[in-house]
């Protein structure tokens, strides 16, 4: 009997790879910042345009001043 081939997984094409929970779409980001923690994690920081369900559409009101 003949050894049967065995293949190589391929690996996924960029656009059949799932994104990551929770991240914004790509269309929506505006900036993008790098922070780097003291210990030397560097973390990305995204600013979009996206509002959630709960966001007023003209913003919150200002709160009135304590006196």
Known sequence: MAAAKTRKP???RAAARKRRAGLPD???IVAQKTF?????????ILKTDEK?????RHG????????
Do not use: C, I
């Open 10 to 12: 391929r690996p996924p």
């Open 26 to 28: 790509k269309a929506s």
């Open 36 to 44: 780097t923690s003291p210990k030397g994690t560097a973390y990305r």
């Open 52 to 56: 959630d369900a709960y966001d007023d």
């Open 60 to 67: 919150a009101p200002a709160k009135p001043r304590r006196r």
